[in-house]
């Protein structure tokens, strides 16, 4: 991982887009925390979500690496508003997954984790404790029914497994869950136009939240859409503008 440095301060806050600030206690994400986000199997936008936030993120200085999180194009992240030159993508097998998210907790600010078939509670709190100690914000996310673009072999069985038992991938509770309840899309009438943005209602509970649950209708475009998060209901709410002209890393790990 050398060429990824600059952490921020453990005591700084991550800043999540305005939309999203209320429903936080904070009203941004403390260094440490685990975020849980998800979409209802009936619906979908976790991957959009997840996208807008770290590119929040990774505006206000951090770096921001993602694990496993399938067939999303660089472009496509570049678009959401990620600076691609603060971003690192990772893609390992599953055997190496934990190794990866290890490393990553060390290194950056946020680890974006793709689902995986299988994490045990036992390595689960491990990469917790670690990321606690380093001050890494470790977002899971599980995908909805539609995988939102996700196309590789965990990311497709994690996705599957949580639409059976209704529960996230990730075995250990979360500090705050952001979950994407119901959506609904505009642009196409009878026989007409062309999907465009969603109507999302968003959830937020966890520990931090202290019993609280928190609700926001937005504006969620598609993942694969090109643009970033906007507005909450009622107003306009301009999309998050692109990122800069940069390359992200691409990082592999090998075994032994």
């Known amino acids: 991982m050398a060429g990824i440095g600059g952490r921020l301060a453990h005591s700084r806050l991550l800043e999540v887009p305005p939309v999203l600030s209320g429903l936080l206690p904070d009203s941004g994400i403390r260094p440490g925390s685990v975020v849980g986000v998800s979409a209802s199997p009936a619906a979908s936008g976790a991957t959009s979500l997840v996208l807008s936030i770290a590119a929040q993120i990774a505006k206000g200085g951090s770096w921001v690496a993602m694990v496993n999180i399938g067939d999303i194009s660089v472009d496509s992240l ?4 990620i600076p691609l030159e603060r971003l690192a993508l990772v893609d390992v097998p599953e ?18 984790m793709g689902p995986v078939a299988r994490c045990t509670a036992g390595v689960a709190r491990r990469l917790v404790a670690r990321a606690k100690d380093r001050g890494c914000v470790v977002i899971a996310l599980t995908p909805g029914g539609q995988l939102a673009g996700l196309g590789n072999h965990s990311a497709r069985e994690g996705a599957a497994r ?12 979360q ?18 136009g062309s999907l465009g ?20 209708g937005l504006w969620l475009p598609d993942a694969m859409a090109g643009t970033g998060l906007g507005g909450p209901l009622g107003e306009g709410g301009s999309a998050l503008p692109s990122g800069e002209n940069g390359s992200a890393f691409r990082v592999g790990f090998l075994a032994g």
């Open 78 to 81: 570049g678009d959401h508003g």
């Open 162 to 173: 949580r639409s059976r038992s209704g529960r996230s991938w990730w075995p250990e509770s």
């Open 175 to 192: 500090d705050i869950e952001l979950e994407v309840t119901s959506c609904a899309w505009e642009g196409i009438g009878d026989g007409f």
């Open 95 to 112: 055997s190496l997954w934990a190794d990866a998210v290890g490393v990553l907790v060390e290194s950056v600010d946020l680890v974006v």
């Open 197 to 216: 943005r969603r109507k999302a209602d968003v959830v937020a509970r966890g520990r931090r939240l202290a019993g609280r649950e928190g609700v926001a």
